[in-house]
Each structure stands twice: as structure tokens, then as C-alpha cells.
């Protein structure tokens, strides 16, 4: 079975469960999830405290991973570890990571005879991982949340115009190389114009009050209030007919189950990862 670790916000939760579905599917195995990291958060990182989402969120019930069957998968891994170090023999580790985060079709290949458990740790953000199935992952990611009378006004205004979200990620990116600035929007914005006739955006972020004061653009914008469950704010961002990502997998996944064939997709330079945009995403930042 390949037991795929779950972690981080909710954009790398999809992305974890999409490359587990992927991989099963290429290896003809079950798969389940290892969630006990939000079980094991500090405290003291508070803004970056996360929850899991994927059930709440969505209609998933994929099977967990047992803490017995974690404890194992541990146990022999270390094992081979020590007895690899010590007789200098290559031992086969039950542990697969995604290290250079790009994608390699090196994790499809067994490692094990059929049905022994593979571990396997990573942030898998390339497309690759599962877009031969891509109609199956965005049938998981539908939505289940109810919506409020302003959710569907909000739904109803984003369906009659030239709708364009625009995703502004700052709490836990300040200062961080991936937070992107005012310039990158701007040019990005340019790009809407020249490409996208009379369009109007819709602005989402974590930090509202700082986009208010900063971002004023010369087009029509409506800021949408930071207080909206972030799964009713990505399926306004999905909703929207073109999308301006941060550099950020939330508002990837907005702009990829967007289902809109004529969609327009600006994207700042990818900090570390060159596999994360499918292929038409226009990267916008010079």
C-alpha cells in the first residue's frame, strides 16, 4: 500500500492527495493517508497552525493510515538504514521523498513486491503527478460547503462579467523570497488588459486590509472580505473565467479547476519548482 504523508495548508493537502491518487492508478495499489503531522503541529508557530481539510472541505473519505502501520514502516526503515551503514550494502528503504520538487517518474516504480507499504513524504506540486486523470481529480475536488446569500451574489457577479481573481498571499510569506510584490501584480494586471476586454477583478488574501490600502488599480475591483471559509473562497476563485495566482498552491488549485477552456492564467516565476505550471500558464513577472 503506498501511505502518502499530509501536511501544510490546504492547497499542499490537494497536492498530496492528488499525486497519492496519481501514483496509486500508475502502480495498481491502494493507497491511504498519513495525517498524523496536525496531530504533532508546535503551538508556537501559531499563524502557520493548519488544520486538516480535505474531508470538510470535499467528499473524500480515503482510508488513514493505522498508527501501528506508521510505527512499521519506521521500524524498517531504520532497520535497512543500519544494516545498509553497516555492511555497506545497498538496502531498499521503504521511504520515498520528494526531494528536488520536480517531478520524476522515478516514484511510479515498485520498490517492493505488490503490497508492502511505501512511505511517502514530499509537497509533489507538478501536474504531471495526475493529470492523465485530471477529470477524476477535479470531480474530488468539487466542493461540498454550503453557501450564504452573499456567497451566491458574489457567485452570481463573478458569472456575468469578465471575471478575474487575483490572489494576494502575505501572513506567513513576509519577508520570505516567495511572498511576491506590488510590481508583479502590476505587470500582471497589464497582461489582463491586453489580453482580456473590460474585465473586472476579484481580490482574495489573507491580508485584506494591507491590499485595500495598497492595490489600487484603474479597473473595477471588488475586494472580497478575508472572513469567507477558504474553501468557499477557492471555489470563487475556480468560479472566476481568468485567475492572477500568487505564489502560492491555494490559488494554483483555483486557477487549475478553473473550467473555464479560454482561461487566462498569470503566474509569478516559480520560486523553486519549474514542473508547477501545466502548459498556457503565462508566467508574467519579468
Known amino acids: 500500500m503506498l501511505i502518502v504523508q499530509v501536511w501544510g495548508g490546504l492547497g499542499n493537502q490537494m497536492f498530496q492527495y492528488a499525486f497519492a491518487r496519481g501514483a496509486a492508478q500508475k502502480l495498481g495499489e491502494r493507497f491511504c493517508l498519513d495525517t498524523s503531522f496536525f496531530l504533532t503541529q508546535d503551538p508556537a508557530w501559531r499563524c502557520c497552525i493548519r488544520n486538516y481539510e480535505l474531508e470538510r472541505i470535499f467528499a473524500l473519505r480515503p482510508e488513514h493510515a493505522t498508527a501501528d502501520r506508521l510505527a512499521d514502516c519506521r521500524r524498517r526503515a531504520l532497520f535497512n538504514w543500519t544494516i545498509g551503514r553497516r555492511t555497506k550494502i545497498p538496502c531498499i528503504n521503504p521511504y520515498r521523498r520528494d526531494r528536488d520538487e520536480k517531478f520524476s517518474e522515478r516514484h511510479w516504480t515498485p520498490i517492493w513486491p505488490a503490497g508492502r507499504d511505501i512511505l511517502y513524504k514530499g509537497y509533489w506540486q507538478s501536474p504531471r503527478y495526475f493529470d492523465f486523470m485530471a477529470d477524476e481529480i477535479r470531480e474530488d475536488f468539487q466542493i461540498v460547503l454550503g453557501r450564504t446569500p452573499d456567497d451566491n451574489r458574489l457567485l452570481a457577479e463573478i458569472g456575468s462579467c469578465e471575471s478575474v481573481s487575483i490572489h494576494f498571499r502575505r501572513t506567513d510569506y513576509l519577508n520570505s523570497p516567495s511572498e511576491k510584490g506590488l510590481t508583479y501584480y502590476r505587470q500582471a494586471l497589464e497582461e489582463v488588459k491586453r489580453r482580456v476586454k473590460n474585465p473586472r477583478l476579484f481580490a482574495f488574501s489573507d491580508d485584506m486590509a494591507w491590499v485595500i490600502e495598497n492595490f489600487r488599480p484603474d479597473i473595477p475591483i471588488t475586494y472580497v472580505?478575508?472572513?469567507?471559509?477558504?474553501?468557499?473562497?477557492?471555489?470563487?476563485?475556480?468560479?472566476?473565467?481568468?485567475?492572477?495566482?500568487?505564489?502560492?498552491?491555494f490559488s494554483w488549485w483555483g486557477a487549475w479547476l478553473n473550467p473555464n477552456p479560454q482561461k487566462i492564467v498569470l503566474a509569478p516565476k516559480p520560486y523553486n519548482n519549474r514542473d508547477i505550471y501545466p502548459d498556457g500558464w503565462i508566467v508574467a513577472e519579468k
Not at 227 to 237: C, F, K, S, V
Request: net charge neutral; glycine share 8%.
Open 225 to 249: 472580505d478575508g472572513l469567507r471559509d477558504q474553501g468557499l473562497d477557492l471555489e470563487l476563485m475556480r468560479r472566476c473565467k481568468h485567475n492572477i495566482i500568487a505564489n502560492s498552491s
